[in-house]
């Protein structure tokens, strides 16, 4: 079982940045985890924004993330982060952090994470 709880949400103008953090607790050593973030805007699916490893040297963007958003893991701390840079109004959404035990690679489909934690609301006003 794992507990993920996020944080670094909040209104941001467009342009600016927001770091985004995910606390893993879990029994399970978190280097077990790949580690993501996704998003979901009001009326939307949710979607991916960027994953990584267990050991943080592969990563994998979505397209529009890739140049504005770094995803970065502790594993002393059990915490993944995503900084965001240029934010755009489209950018607003529920981001939630997700954990991946049984597949070990990284994937962009929501429905192959185990564990999800509850968002953090990020709103980029124009």
């Known amino acids: 079982q794992v507990q993920l709880v996020e944080s670094g949400g909040g209104l941001v103008q467009a342009g600016g940045s927001l770091r985004l953090s995910c606390v893993a607790a879990?029994?399970?050593?978190?280097?077990?985890?790949?580690m993501a973030w996704f998003r979901q805007a009001p009326g939307k699916e949710r979607e991916f924004v960027s994953g990584?490893?267990?050991?943080?040297?592969?990563?994998y963007y979505a397209d529009y993330a890739k140049g504005r958003s770094t995803i970065s893991r502790d594993n002393a701390k059990n915490t993944v982060y995503l900084q965001m840079n240029s934010l755009k109004p489209e950018d607003t959404a529920v981001y939630y952090c997700?954990?991946?035990?049984?597949?070990?690679?990284?994937?962009?489909?929501?429905?192959?994470?185990?564990?999800w934690g509850q968002g953090t609301q990020v709103t980029v006003s124009s």
């Open positions: 997700a954990a991946d035990l049984r597949n070990g690679f990284l994937t962009p489909t929501p429905g192959e994470y185990d564990y």
């Open positions: 879990t029994e399970r050593a978190f280097t077990r985890y790949v």
């Open positions: 990584i490893s267990w050991s943080g040297t592969s990563t």
